[in-house]
């Protein structure tokens, strides 16, 4: 069996397991315990003191998750995700597998897509005022969401 080398972000099964030093703003882009954990905190205490049922055991519950998924060094917990994944998908599937062939051109062609939202995007950027850039960006978002919409149950097989 020919197996392709799926990688994540950097984790992969080809050896590479050292991640970029942006990875945790790749992933994870924001500092989840220092503001989402205050903010449950809050909301869990205000929700009791109004007499709602459960509220203090479900903030208490959202923030243990919080802090397992984004502890001190998220890159650890996103990481090993992330290198499972790619372990998991390089034992499982073949690339000569028709499931996998599809999802490939399904993601080229999202990619594709997503490149010429970007790309109409920078050109707005340059100049908000002109008119075909305003239709060009709405055009090319609305194909974006239209692709990722009727291609993501593929990828669901």
Same mark, same amino acid.
């Given at each position: 069996?020919?197996?392709?080398?799926?990688?994540i972000?950097?984790?992969?099964t080809?050896?590479?397991?050292?991640?970029?030093?942006?990875?945790?703003?790749?992933?994870?882009?924001?500092d989840?315990?220092?503001?989402?954990?205050?903010?449950?905190?809050?909301?869990?205490?205000?929700?009791?003191?109004?007499?709602?049922?459960?509220?203090?055991?479900?903030?208490?519950?959202?923030?243990?998750?919080?802090?397992?998924?984004?502890?001190?060094?998220?890159?650890?917990?996103?990481?090993?995700f992330? #290198?499972? !994944?790619? =372990? $998991?998908?390089? +034992?499982? *599937?073949?690339?000569?597998?028709?499931?996998?062939?599809?999802?490939?051109?399904?993601?080229?062609?999202? #990619?594709? !897509?997503? =490149? $010429?939202?970007? +790309?109409? *995007?920078?050109?707005?950027?340059?100049?908000?005022?002109?008119?075909?850039?305003?239709?060009?960006?709405?055009?090319?978002?609305?194909?974006?969401?239209?692709?990722?919409?009727?291609?993501?149950?593929?990828?669901a097989?």
């Amino acid at each position: 069996m020919i197996q392709k080398n799926y990688e994540i972000i950097g984790a992969s099964t080809n050896g590479i397991t050292e991640l970029p030093e942006d990875y945790n703003t790749i992933v994870s882009p924001y500092d989840a315990p220092a503001s989402v954990t205050t903010t449950i905190e809050i909301t869990g205490t205000i929700l009791s003191d109004l007499g709602v049922s459960g509220a203090s055991s479900v903030s208490l519950l959202l923030n243990k998750l919080l802090n397992i998924l984004w502890p001190n060094n998220a890159n650890t917990v996103w990481g090993t995700f992330a #290198k499972e !994944t790619a =372990d $998991l998908l390089n +034992e499982v *599937l073949s690339v000569d597998d028709p499931v996998v062939i599809e999802a490939n051109i399904n993601l080229e062609g999202l #990619k594709s !897509t997503l =490149d $010429l939202y970007l +790309e109409a *995007l920078k050109e707005w950027k340059n100049d908000p005022q002109n008119p075909a850039s305003q239709e060009r960006v709405r055009t090319r978002f609305r194909n974006v969401d239209d692709d990722f919409t009727h291609d993501m149950p593929s990828f669901a097989r």
